[in-house]
Structure formats: C-alpha cells, structure tokens
C-alpha cells in the first residue's frame, strides 16, 4: 500500500530529525558551558581601566644606562653557561662583556634566570618575528613610548654641518656570539660589499640616496664611524633608531667574507652554492646571512639553534651578548625561546588555556571577551597597549582612477567629507569592536608630539542629512527609481569597497561602511579578495576604494603613508607615490594640496630640529583636514598581549607599533620568567 | 592480467607528463608569485617591504624567468633521467664546452622558498607521521564501520539501526575543524593536554622513548577521531546499502535453505561482495595517506603534510606545491592500478579487456 509506506517514511524521517535536533542542540549547549562563552558578559568588560591616554610613570618601563666603570667587573652569568666556562668552552663573563655593557633597568626586577620563551605563529615566515621585531639590536634603539631615542650599540652621536654628517661611537669590546670583536668594519663591510653589491643590493632604498647621491661612510678608527650625505637628512637618527641600523650591523665580516666573491674565487663559491642547492652565488651568500642560519655570528640576544622547520624552531641565548642588568647580571635573563606553528584559532585556544608566554600577534581582538574572562585560569594577563598606528581602518578612494568620472568626484573634497559624516560608527563601535575605542580620523594619537585634535576628531559625526547635502552639491543629486544616486553622465554610481580577505577581523565594518553609504544614496558593496589579487588590482590603480590598517602614526614622519603619496601603502594616490617616489620621472603629478604636503614634508626631512619637525608636520596634519584624502573610523582600539602570570619586567603599558619594532623597544632581553 | 598491468604502467607516463604540466600552470595561474604573496603578508602584519627589497628579493628567488624555463628546469631536476646541471650552471654544455648528454641522475624536487630548505627534507620528516595517523585512521574507520555497516543492514530500522544513523549522520555533518577545535579545547580541560600538535611541549624534541610514545597516543586519538568520524559515517551507510542489495537475491535465500548458518553464510558471500567498494576507493586512500586531511591538520597544528602543501599552495611557493602535487599523482596512479588488481582478485565476476566476451 502506498500509503502506508509514505506513512512509514514520514515516521523514519520525523525520528531521524528529532534525533538529529535534540543531540545537535544538547552539544551545542555543552560547548558553549565548557567554553565559559556564558561568563564573558559585557558589564565586566565596561569595568576595566579606559586604555591610558600619556605616558605611564616611568618605573613601570624599561631604562637605560652605561655601566659604571668604578664598578668593577665583577658580571655574573646565566647558570646555564657556568658548565661551559668551566670546561674551558667559553671564555669567564667578564672577558666576554664590552668594557662598557650598555645597562638596562628592568620595567620591575633584576633576574631571575633561566626559562622557555613559548610563542606561536601561522606560518614558516612568521618566525621571522624574531628578526623583525624581538631582535630589536642596531646603534640606536626607541624607548618603549616612542619619544627618546636612546644608546645601544653606539653610546653617543654627534651631528655636525646641519645634518649632513653623523658620527656614531661604538661600545668598546662588543663581541659577535662567537666571540670575534665587533668594530667599525662590519659597518665598512656591508657599505662597500653589500650595499654598494649590485647583485646583493639591486637597487639602494631612498634612506641611503639624498641630494642625488649615496650616503658616504668612512671608518674614522675602530670604534667611530660617519656617515656623510649630500643635503640635510633629519629623520636619519629616527630611522637609525627604527629599522635602518639593524642591517648595517647585522654582517659580520670575518664569517661572511667567505662567501663573497671580492674575497674568494667566483668558481669556488658557485660550487658550494650548487652543492647547498642553490643557482648563483648571492643565493648562497643571503643563506648564510639568513637569521636561520645557525652558524653566522650575530650581536642578538638569542640566537637560532634549531631552524625551522625544526618543531619547535629554538633559538638560544647568545652567551657574548652585550648587556647586563643594574647588578651586573649578564642578559637576557630567558634562556631559550621556542616558536611553534598552528592555525590562527588553535593559537587563540592556546592563549586562552594559557600556554603562550608573552605574545600579541594573533590574539585577535574579536576574542576580546574570552581571554578577559580566562584569565585567573589560564593564569596569565591581558596587557592593553596604545595603538601607535592609530587608524585601526583607513579608508581611501582611488584618487588615480582610470575612470575619469569616478576620478572627478573622488577628487572633490566635499564628496570625501559627505562620506565620511555618512558613517554611523557609534554603531561600529558597538558592533565590531565590544564598545571599544573611540571614533577617530587617521592621525597621530594624542599620546604622540605629533597629536592634532583638530584633525583626530574631525568630520566624525554621523549625520546623513549633512551627508546628503554635500552629495548634491557635489552634483550627485539625480537618483535612479531606486533612490541610488547616478553619475554625472547618467550611469549608475557604484563603489566597490575592496579589501584582502585576510583582514577579516574587522569584517562587520566593511558591511556597515557599505550599508551606511548606501544609505545617503552611494550604491557600496564590499568585494574581499585573496591578497595576491588585491595586491595587483590595486597597482593596477583598478580598485575604487581601499580599505587597510594604520601605520606607525605616533611618529608620523617616519611612515607618512596616510599623510602624502609615500609609499605603495599610500592608497589614496598609489601613482602620485610613484611620481613622489621617483622624482617627478614616473607616476602623476599630484595636485597642489598633496604637492604642498611633499614640499613640507621633504623641508621636515632637511630639519634636524625636533620642535621644527613637529611644527612642520602639523601643517601636513592641517592640510590634511582641509582635504580628508583618508577617512579613519575607529581609534584607540588597544593592542592585546598575552602575558603569563610567570613573566616579569613586561610593561603594562606601552605602545605598539612597527617603527618601534614592539615589543622590541620594550627590551625583550630584559623579561624574566619566575619558576611560580 | 600481466599485459593488463604492462599496459596500464606505459600509460602512467604520459599522464604524469600531462599532470606535471598542468599543475605547475595552474600553480602559476593566480595573480602574483610566492613574492607578492610574502610581501602583502607582511605588510599586514604592520611590517611593509621597501620596494628595493623586492627587487632584491626577486632575485635571489630567481622569479623573473618565463614560465616555460622555470616548468623545464623542474622538470629536468625532477626527472631521474636528464640533463645534469654542470658545475658553471649550463645545462646544455659540460665544463669542457661539449654538449652535455642526459644521464639518469637522482631527482630533485627543488628548494622551498619559505622554508628555504629541500623539498625532500620538508616533506621526508613529515611522513612518517602523516602515514602512522592515516593508518591509525583508517584502521580506526574500518574497524568502526564495517561492523556497524553490518549490523545496520542486518536489523535494518531496528533502534540501533536509527541510534547509529543518527550518529552517522552527525559525524557526517559537523565539519572537522570545528570538532577538531571543541576536542581540543575538552582535552585541555579535562586532561590537561596541551592544544594542537603531536606531542607535549616537553616531548616535543626528545629521542624516541616508551614515555614519547605514551604521550604520542595520549594526544593522536583527538585527530584519529576527528578524522575518522566523517569517514565511519560514510563508510556506515556505504556499507549498510550495499549489504541491503545483496540480502533479499536469491544465492542467499538458496544457501539459508540449504541450512548454512546465518553468521557463516553473511560473512562469506553477501559481505564479500558488499566490500567492492571499499576495495575501489583503496587507489584513493593512498594519497590520502600522504596529504592527510588537510584542515583537520591545520587546525590541530600537526606536523604531517597536508598543512605544507596548503600553505605551500595559498603561498605560491611553486616548488615546494608542484612537486607535492606531483607525489600525490603519483601516489593516485599507483593506488588505482593497486586497486584494480585487488578487484580483480576479489570478485571473480570481473573481467577485463573485454575481448573475452566476444
């Protein structure tokens, strides 16, 4: 009978189903139990201590000094290298210190020793972290607020002839890790041999060609070296300070001399470049100097022990490291630090159970509420660090777009003001970022010199009347039968709002962006894509509005991306960077409000005064006011770091961003972990 | 059967070729190279490359060839017959100026750029571990499914028929990663074991011992399970039709009223025929054995090969992606020629060529 069976099947179908209901449900709810989702509840949020708005009373930082002479040498070490020196292996502490160890007054306590470092990242390249931000060793180095440039490998500078020329006094007896003196011709090493390489270094960056000409530097005696530009270089000390004088001090001659063919027969080093699988004989020789090289000697705190893809990757300490504590201990205090690779989510689990050491890459803001509410169990801390890149999204309209219509109303200041009066980012606030933060444009924090509230606070407000106004002022006042507003030629006006598909942390705004545009009659949809595709559309000048994080924002000067076309990061006018960038010989010509901002910015570049840097910066800022080329949304988002209960001398607050290489500017030598 | 096998080995070379080819394409198609890739990444993280240190870079990767030089050196590296690279980096000519014959040499699967290592040694220390819990799993689904898959069919909409296609159909629904993200995070609570990884943090580098391999076992039943789950689902309801078609024929009900016994009589006739399947899809296990499950592993952070090949792919690290792909076709190949033989031997009803119907 067919109804019967038809009878029979609804009641299959109907068991099945409930079944299916009831155990997806009753699992649900046992998840969400066990994951303590249910304690995370927002009112405890809103108890905690607004981000801090200045500079934190200095002993909660880290200081430095130099080593008193008087004295004495009387170093202790780490008592994992007290077995080599007895056997012999390792020369006694104090023969390996400089005659002057730089001192570095830990943000809390002296010691103690010993410990594992855990960290963790997505990829293979992750781990180059390590040299990008916890290797944090050049001449000069920022402290961990970003306002005083501070003695490192060079104990003191002086400038002479406007800015023209820099003299830089090395610390006397800083050793390589593998014992080899450090001196003036590891500089000269990689000026004449690396830098001026055509196969090593095919094209020198701008830092090093002002005036027209490459950077002159001479080695005075051992421990003196000058550097000699053409005109005035005034950023030079900031970006010494920041990311410049790693590299100069980073080859060590005596080992890499060996495989460079100014040194050895081209023929002997192609053959043991084939040998290690390499074509040409730079390959070999950028292997070498590789951070995960185990064999090249390096002034770094720690150094790679097991390579990745070694799990985990392991880096030890460098036993001839050059720095000690108040009482003469030598640093760093951890012994060895490990890097692990999992995906992003298994790293947030981690963190949440609390098996990270110190770490603030991948801890994602959108799980904010779960690592608050775990912190007595995982026994670690949540540590809110200012943003020095303060714009957490900027967002720019392609002001080089092929098409000339889109171009024209880009390029009207009062349709970049219409849209961004258009957002409602109380509502973002809300939504996106836990109640967060604070509506801010793309402008340097107020814990920075360079801060203009004028500029931070402006056009924030949402009021889409306002909105509208200026839009059909702009000419966009005829609508199609669906309210959208159509182009001055008739057609339809759409914006894409482009962004890569990584930057999904934020990925309820991009929706809310759209959605509030479309609002005030601007038809938005938000396109993410992979970072390749993004990456070409966008040289392509093919987008018609980006979307990206801030830079370093607390000390402009050094990556004014949002400020003028800089870079290949500047969005706004990607080809006016290209002219900006080649002199003129490439690119478009920007308009005269960007060409201005150029100007001043390359008289801040001849300035070495400070307070005139500062006051010509702010002209930039006021510039940028006047013509919003990027929108911010919101600021203040504090960056997250995970700190055990076990680590001492993290600070509470300081800031992050990568002109300071955080947490390099922190001194990362100077952490300890206690055993309980 | 040995002409068969004969037949089917030449045919595995041309079809290589044709994999070979299309996979280094199809690597190279998106947008960009391994290069921009390793930029637009960092400067996500906040840490922009200078456009000098690109050029720099793209260089030392030797990423500005054409692409049919770039598959030809592969290729030539890959082959175990070819041209040798002479020592001035020719290949054409020998040191001496002479045309340099092809000779068999060993074959090269090239460097990785992002972990700026052979190939061979990336992939060599991932695999036994990827194949321990491949086996494990697929010991672990088999041993789980064809009872169940048995039982299901024999007391078709019995309570435990629907308990287990209840279950079954859970395991077959609940995506992996998200299992493999709640196990974790019980294991933690309740076992303390640390998330993610094969091995504790303490074991992590130690030598083999009767504690690492505790340890070990301590943490592989999480993917086993994680894994297996979606597969014993499948497996189940493969198993439990198959069987259903083969119960009502006739050689069964001829052989139950001859007296065989029903256990004696299931095992040896419909069950064996019910196992085709199982025995076809063996060409594919092979592969799978060396890519493993990919997200689950990702997600778990174990140290197999899926995860290397995802990234190796996503990054467009060409070299390192092309000749995985190229392991796995080959691994694919083998599996189905083994397959085919194993059918071959197990169900006399099939034939091939064909000419024997004629």
Redesign the interface.
């Known amino acids: 009978m067919p109804y019967r069976s038809i009878l029979h099947f609804l009641r299959r179908l109907g068991l099945v189903a409930l079944g299916l209901f009831l155990l997806t449900e009753a699992l649900g709810y046992i998840t969400f139990f066990l994951s303590g989702a249910g304690e995370a509840d927002l009112s405890r949020l809103e108890a905690l201590p607004a981000p801090a708005r200045q500079d934190r009373p200095p002993e909660s930082l880290n200081q430095v000094a130099e080593w008193p002479i008087a004295k004495g040498r009387a170093f202790q070490q780490a008592p994992m290298l007290d077995a080599l020196v007895q056997t012999g292996t390792l020369p006694p502490v104090a023969e390996r210190l400089p005659e002057n160890p730089l001192v570095i007054v830990p943000a809390h306590q002296n010691g103690p020793y010993g410990g594992t470092w855990t960290r963790y990242g997505t990829s293979p390249s992750d781990i180059g972290i390590f040299s990008h931000r916890l290797a944090y060793d050049g001449l000069l180095r920022w402290g961990p607020m970003g306002r005083e440039i501070r003695p490192n490998l060079a104990t003191h500078w002086d400038i002479a002839d406007e800015g023209r020329s820099y003299t830089f006094h090395l610390r006397r007896g800083v050793r390589w890790s593998d014992g080899h003196p450090f001196t003036a011709d590891d500089i000269i090493f990689w000026y004449e041999d690396v830098l001026q390489n055509k196969d090593l270094t095919p094209v020198i960056s701008v830092e090093y060609n002002k005036g027209g000409q490459l950077v002159q530097i001479e080695k005075l005696d051992d421990y003196t070296v000058r550097f000699r530009y053409a005109e005035p270089y005034g950023l030079f000390l900031k970006m010494m300070a920041s990311n410049l004088s790693y590299q100069l001090v980073s080859y060590p001659a005596h080992y890499l001399k060996q495989f460079h063919p100014r040194y050895v027969p081209e023929e002997e080093l192609l053959a043991k470049a084939r040998a290690s699988g390499k074509d040409f004989w730079y390959q070999y020789f950028t292997d070498r100097y590789d951070y995960r090289n185990p064999t090249c000697p390096r002034i770094w705190p720690w150094i790679v022990s097991k390579p990745p893809p070694a799990r985990p990757a392991e880096f030890m300490r460098n036993p001839y490291y050059w720095k000690v504590d108040p009482e003469g201990q030598q640093l760093p205090y951890i012994d060895r630090m490990t890097f692990e690779i999992f995906d992003i989510e298994t790293i947030n689990i981690k963190a949440i159970n609390g098996e990270v050491g110190m770490q603030g890459r991948h801890t994602t803001f959108q799980n904010y509420p779960l690592f608050m509410a775990n912190q007595e169990r995982g026994g670690y801390k949540v540590r809110h660090w200012l943003d020095g890149g303060d714009g957490t999204m900027a967002i720019t309209f392609n002001l080089n777009h092929k098409d000339p219509v889109l171009k024209k109303i880009f390029h009207d200041r009062r349709f970049r003001i219409a849209m961004s009066h258009a957002l409602d980012r109380e509502a973002m606030r809300e939504a996106a970022y836990l109640g967060q933060g604070e509506p801010r444009q793309v402008s340097p924090p107020p814990a920075s010199a360079y801060y203009v509230p004028e500029h931070l606070y402006a056009y924030l407000t949402h009021d889409p009347a306002l909105a509208n106004r200026l839009l059909d002022e702009v000419g966009l006042s005829a609508r199609d039968e669906d309210g959208h507003r159509l182009r001055p030629d008739g057609q339809p006006l759409f914006l894409n709002i482009e962004t890569s598909s990584t930057m999904l942390g934020a990925g309820k705004t991009f929706e809310m962006i759209a959605a509030n545009w479309t609002a005030v009659g601007i038809k938005s949809v938000v396109k993410h894509q992979a970072r390749q595709l993004y990456a070409q559309r966008r040289n392509a000048l093919l987008c018609d509005v980006l979307v990206w994080g801030g830079a370093g924002e607390i000390i402009p000067t050094l990556d004014p991306r949002w400020f003028i076309p800089y870079n290949a990061s500047s969005f706004f006018g990607l080809d006016y960077a290209r002219w900006f960038r080649s002199n003129g010989k490439k690119g478009e010509k920007p308009p005269p409000d960007m060409l201005r901002c150029i100007e001043i910015f390359r008289q801040i570049e001849r300035t070495v005064d400070e307070e005139e840097q500062i006051r010509l910066f702010k002209e930039i800022i006021e510039i940028n006011r006047h013509n919003l080329w990027t929108i911010g949304t919101i600021g203040a988002i504090p960056q997250i770091f995970i700190v055990s209960n076990k680590f001492r001398n993290v600070p509470e607050v300081a800031v992050g961003c990568w002109p300071l290489r955080t947490p390099g500017a922190t001194a990362p030598e100077s952490y300890a972990i206690v055993a309980n | 059967m040995f002409h068969l096998i004969l037949k089917r080995l030449l045919w595995m070379i041309p079809t290589l070729f044709a994999i070979s080819f299309i996979s280094f394409a199809l690597i190279q198609l998106?947008?960009?190279d391994y290069l921009?890739?390793?930029?637009?990444?960092?400067?996500?993280?906040?840490?922009?490359v200078?456009?000098?240190?690109v050029?720099?870079l793209r260089?030392?990767?030797?990423l500005d060839r054409p692409f049919m030089i770039q598959y030809l050196k592969w290729l030539n590296n890959l082959l175990p017959f070819g041209f040798e690279?002479q020592?001035?980096?020719s290949y054409w000519r020998t040191d001496a100026g002479d045309f340099n014959w092809p000779s068999f040499k060993w074959p090269?699967l090239?460097?990785s750029f992002?972990?700026?290592?052979?190939v061979t040694?990336?992939i060599g220390?991932r695999l036994l571990l990827t194949m321990l819990i491949s086996v494990v799993t697929l010991l672990f689904t088999w041993a789980l499914a064809i009872p169940v898959g048995i039982y299901s069919a024999v007391r078709q909409?019995s309570w435990g028929d629907?308990?287990f296609?209840?279950?079954g159909?859970?395991g077959l629904?609940i995506p992996n990663f998200l299992l493999a993200?709640?196990f974790?995070?019980?294991g933690?609570?309740f076992f303390g074991i640390?998330?993610?990884?094969l091995f504790s943090?303490e074991y992590?580098?130690a030598p083999w011992s009767v504690a690492r391999f505790t340890d070990l076992l301590a943490h592989l039943w999480i993917p086993v399970i994680v894994i297996g789950t979606a597969g014993t689902a499948g497996l189940i309801r493969v198993m439990r039709g198959n069987l259903l078609d083969e119960l009502p024929k006739q050689y069964v009900m001829t052989a139950r009223a001859k007296g065989l016994a029903p256990w004696k009589l299931l095992i040896k006739y419909p069950v064996r025929v019910a196992l085709n399947p199982l025995i076809s899809t063996i060409g594919w296990v092979l592969p799978g054995i060396v890519s493993g499950s990919v997200i689950t592993a990702?997600?778990?952070?174990l140290?197999t090969t899926g995860p290397l090949l995802l990234?190796a792919l996503q990054?467009?690290d060409m070299y390192l992606a092309g000749s995985m792909v190229m392991i796995l076709s080959f691994l694919t190949v083998i599996g189905t020629l083994l397959s085919d033989i194993l059918l071959l031997w197990l169900d006399p009803r099939i034939r091939y060529e064909g000419r024997d119907n004629a």
Request: hydrophobic content about 30%; glycine content about 10%.
């Open positions: 998106p947008p960009g921009t890739s390793y930029v637009t990444a960092l400067a996500e993280t906040g840490e922009p200078a456009e000098e240190q050029e720099a260089r030392r990767y030797d690279r020592d001035t980096g090269d090239g460097m992002e972990w700026n290592r052979q040694e990336l220390e909409y629907y308990t296609s209840v279950l159909f859970i629904a993200l709640v974790m995070y019980l933690y609570s640390s998330a993610g990884g943090p992590q580098d990702v997600v778990l952070g140290p990234r990054n467009q």
